[in-house]
């Protein structure tokens, strides 16, 4: 065996393999792990033109997965106008100015994380409002969930859409009175006009609002624009400590942006991209999630799943209830499929042997997609689906033990909890009914029914950073006594981040732990994690990130 191209010793190593449990130092050898042991049998195996790393006591695990992004929005928006933390008509038109000067040839001034609450306590923006905010230029803004747009007048009438238009069932362009849109744009299609005004002229998100390729095809200057964005994104991914991305949108287009990036040496994280079955689609369309699977299966850039949709998000009240919306005799939300549909879809993707991953956020929502897949289930044969439900924020008790029955997966961002510190506390408690409270992100009970837990940002939702999103989940806020306490063991939450998103790509066997044979995805953390109180796991941050290998991160 050749010698290894890098050890790291002196670390607090979290294996998450039980052969290999206790060992302080590893040792990579042609992009995977040869040799785990302690500092001195590592040392030893190590060669003159072998770099060493001396994790100085912190932990050193494998690489972070995060199995829910965006990846192609989160890195444009990167450098979109950030409202987080922004209240109030002048604080908005002041955020808005400065960042308008600087990019003069942007056709639309955008900015993210605008808040349902941003100018009301009781009501969501209007056009005329961001006339005033922004009024010389079109501008519009993402609500955080990135299921709403706001835009002004000079957007509306820019993107075609002013006087109204047709969209997708789920989807609705909000009309006043005065037969004119508000400005108040709910669900991807509704906003898709919108989106085709940015600077990258809505390629970013073509695959969650239409499920297909960019239209017209992109010229090679705008594919290499592309994939100077992706790489920056994915570098920023890289500092978290992140080796692996499930991405939740996606079409050919990416799947081609990425394997020219893996080609030319500039792809620094495995990257997974689904298929998207839109709810006006024919099953005909599963053909192309079966040639995605067929053509794209590296290890660095992959397919294999079909992403849909059932609902939309509580604070848009789109996300399909069982009742309904508090002060409201009629609004459900928004059923994005019907079941028919959406259960011939689930029994028609399990039989070809692809993975289902469905948006699920209402307890309407949520008990279609159960339904959906227990109909699968029943007409092919239980078999090692590893089917995934996303979100699962307000489920009925009662169906809380199916996703384990079911064998499906609850994948979970605790980031978007109430209680996650992320997002204001008391805002989606005005969404909900009481009784509802009992069933509302339900982490530790799915967890305590067996049913698998899987951990995730939902980039750029909240920030893809990863130890943020552990301090949700391990460090919760107390919501009071009618919240049932949610925290998460340290353990857990990194089994969940780690080995967990490995198991539930059907990689198992090959990443996700610290042992001999596994791929060389590994990171270096600053602290031992296991010592620092739950408020204060934040201090701790990637120094090394290691992907196939190779160092995609170094802290300066």
């Not at 299921?147 to 957007?155: D, E, F, G, L, S």
């Amino acid at each position: 065996m050749p010698d290894p191209e890098l050890i790291i010793v002196n670390g607090a190593l979290i294996s998450f393999d039980a052969a290999t449990a206790g060992a302080t130092a590893l040792a990579i050898t042609g992009g995977t792990i040869s040799h785990v042991g302690n500092d001195d049998a590592i040392r030893e195996v190590a060669g003159p033109q072998t770099r060493v790393i001396d994790a100085a006591g912190g932990t050193v695990l494998p690489g972070f997965i995060d199995s829910h992004v965006h990846l192609f929005g989160g890195s444009v928006e990167l450098s979109c106008l950030d409202l987080q933390g922004v209240q109030g008509p002048d604080a908005l038109k002041s955020a808005i100015a400065p960042y308008a000067a600087a990019n003069p040839d942007d056709a639309l001034v955008f900015a993210v994380q605008a808040d349902y609450a941003i100018l009301h306590d009781d009501k969501t923006p209007t056009r005329q409002e961001l006339d005033i905010a922004c009024p010389d230029r079109p501008f519009a803004m993402f609500a955080p969930d990135h299921h709403t747009v706001w835009a002004n007048t000079a957007a509306l009438e820019l993107s075609g859409i002013l006087h109204g238009g047709e969209t997708d069932a789920g989807s609705v362009i909000v009309m006043g009175e005065d037969g004119k849109a508000t400005g108040e744009l709910r669900e991807f299609s509704a906003f898709g006009p919108i989106l085709k005004l940015t600077r990258h002229a809505g390629r970013d998100l073509a695959g969650l609002v239409g499920g297909t390729d960019p239209v017209p095809a992109p010229t090679l200057e705008e594919r290499a624009k592309d994939k100077a964005v992706l790489a920056k994104g994915i570098a920023h991914c890289a500092a978290q400590g992140i080796t692996g991305l499930h991405c939740m949108d996606g079409n050919f287009y990416q799947l081609e942006l990425l394997s020219e990036m893996e080609a030319e040496g500039t792809l620094n994280c495995r990257v997974s991209v689904p298929f998207h079955l839109k709810s006006h689609d024919p099953l005909s369309r599963l053909s192309e999630a079966a040639e995605m699977a067929e053509t794209y299966k590296g290890d660095m850039v992959s397919s294999g799943y079909v992403k849909m949709f059932i609902d939309g998000v509580i604070e848009g009240r789109t996300a399909m209830m069982l009742q309904p919306y508090p002060g409201t005799d009629d609004n459900y939300g928004d059923p994005v499929f019907e079941a028919d549909h959406f259960n011939h879809a689930c029994t028609a993707i399990d039989a070809m042997g692809l993975q289902i991953v469905v948006h699920a956020i209402g307890d309407g929502g949520i008990r279609r997609t159960l339904d959906g897949l227990e109909q699968a289930r029943n007409i092919n044969g239980a078999r090692d689906s590893r089917h995934r439900i996303e979100h699962l924020e307000c489920m009925h008790p009662d169906d809380i033990p199916r996703i384990a029955a079911l064998g499906a997966v609850a994948s979970i961002q605790p980031g978007h909890a109430p209680f996650g510190g992320i997002f204001t506390p008391e805002g989606v408690r005005n969404f909900i009914h009481d009784h509802q409270i009992a069933g509302s992100y339900p982490w530790q009970q799915i967890r305590a029914t067996g049913a698998p837990v899987i951990f995730s940002t939902d980039w750029p939702v909240i920030g893809v950073e990863v130890m943020t999103n552990i301090k949700a989940a391990i460090a919760p806020l107390d919501m009071g006594p009618e919240w049932t306490d949610q925290t998460q063991t340290l353990m857990d939450t990194l089994f969940s981040y780690t080995a967990g998103n490995a198991w539930v790509e059907f990689n198992e066997d090959r990443k996700g732990k610290l042992a001999p044979g596994m791929m060389a995805d590994v990171v270096v953390m600053s602290h031992d994690l296991t010592t620092l109180a739950p408020e204060r796991i934040t201090d701790a941050t990637a120094r090394y990130t290691i992907c196939d290998g190779r160092i995609t991160f170094q802290a300066a």
